[in-house]
């Protein structure tokens, strides 16, 4: 059951007033609404605690958050997407956001909007007479939810504020924007204490909950971005070694992508999508849309209502550039991408190929290709049209796919430590060990020795589209060299003529900057 992703839905029980007297006194025009929800009526018992945690989880379903907006400040952002068009949602892909765009604006509202709600229930929570064991798990939750959302501000936008307080307790006035390091040490902290308050494990109602594994992932992935490579190759080891539960391989990689195989072995957290026939845009109550409106945005075109995108020539090439034990082309490649080629791959017990919605080939699709020019390559990744029997993206409407969006896999955690036990002792055993076991998955030949360009590599066919290569490239100095000096990534919109130093990060909303004058500042740039 997906519990979380329904809105915190509460309720208080209208109260009969008998007035005995009434005067002129003003304790007639000072009157507390009995009808009215606040934080002293609300955190009263174990129900009201567990409303309060899903409600932190709803805002990753806003439309403006993971259900769409998301994806362009992450992965299209990165040297693998190749924007159509040029608008504002586009934009920071090449360089030219604004600090009044809506688009990012948006993402910013609805990750601070996770922190409140975060806030309010590590606050709260532990006054209330319930549970020992369940009262720590949903304040570890709160602790995890805190971080994940700073994780993405901080990635995102950089100069932020640290706010740890419900908004009752403190004064919007002296709120200011802290040193990076600051935020990352306030995520470790928070993360640090989620792992060791949260379960390894919910009842299978409560799947989607954040766990142990996810939290000691997220810590580790925490100091893998500052180059902590001791400590990160320490919480990995710690999930390798089963202590968080017993994460693994899917057998199949294709099984990390669609509705049929949510919540399994390899996930440490996803993020829960429905298609429960709802639309709506914006928001994240009742009755909004909670599936998958950012597929439209990645799916071929002709089969989008949005202006979409393709995928640059590079990435089709590197996964191509080598093959497996079978002499064929990575499996990984038909899951992620759409191409014009007749090769197929014999894996799993399936005879792979380049296919789309509806069971199409390429030239199928586009029958009308010339075959003198080049021709584009598309997304496949998240797509789920074969289990779902989806025509195309927008089929059942704008929220219509109710595929979960994996955001950190076993697979993930195992190329992480291969890195971190790179950067700390090289091509070592136990580095190859772990990059062999991904690549093992998909009948890849093992590595003998490897190079930091080789789990580069492999990061790029393990994970396109999971919104992780922009941010590699960001923690890896090499935004720059990857994108800012290759415009022809961004051909599709507007090359990167529009870069200037400090837009590897998103403008701050000029709201914020506006109603914190003169003790904002705007990031470098803009």
Known sequence: MKNIQKKMKTGIALLAISLVSL???????????????TPASFWQNADDAN????????PFTNIWYYTRFEIFTSDYRDDVINGFNTSERTAVGYFSGTADSNATFWVWQAMFQGV?????????????????????NIVGEGHFVRAFNYFNLLNNWRNIPIITLPTSEYDLNEVMQAPPEDVWAQIELDLQTARDLLPNSWSAEFTGRATAGAAAGLLGKTYLYQGKWAEAKA?????????????????????????????????????????????????????????????????????TNQNGMRVNQWAYDLFTDEVTVNGELDPRIYTTLFANSDETTEYQGKTLAFKTFTDKTFLEAYP???????????????????????????????????????LLRYSDILLMFAEAEFMLNGSTPAALDAINQVRARVDMPAFTSITMQDIEDERVKELT????????????????ERIVNNPDLKSESAGTGAYKPGREYIAIPQNDIDRNFPRWTQNEGY
């Open 23 to 37: 005067n002129c006194s003003d304790d007639i025009l000072n009157q507390t609404n009995p009808n009215s929800i």
């Open 51 to 58: 409303r309060g945690a899903f409600g932190m989880y709803t």
């Open 116 to 136: 409140a709600r975060a806030n309010e229930v590590i606050f709260n929570v532990p006054n209330i007479d319930m549970d020992a064991t369940l009262r720590d």
């Open 235 to 303: 919480v990995f080891s710690e999930i390798m070694a089963g202590t968080y539960g017993s994460y693994q391989l899917m057998d199949d990689y294709a099984a990390n992508f669609t509705e049929e195989f949510e919540n399994n072995a390899e996930s440490l957290f996803e993020i829960q999508l429905v298609n429960d026939g709802n639309g709506g845009w914006g928001g994240d109550g009742p009755g909004r849309g909670k599936g998958s409106a950012y597929q439209a945005d990645l799916a071929p075109r002709g089969f």
């Open 368 to 406: 009308d290709t010339d075959l003198d020019k080049p021709i584009p390559i598309y997304a496949n990744k998240w797509m789920d049209w074969e289990f779902t029997g989806r025509v195309e993206s927008r089929d059942g409407g704008w929220h219509g796919g109710g595929n979960n969006l994996r």
């Open 465 to 480: 589209f999971e919104r992780t290569r922009y941010y590699d490239l960001l923690r890896w100095g090499k935004v720059v």
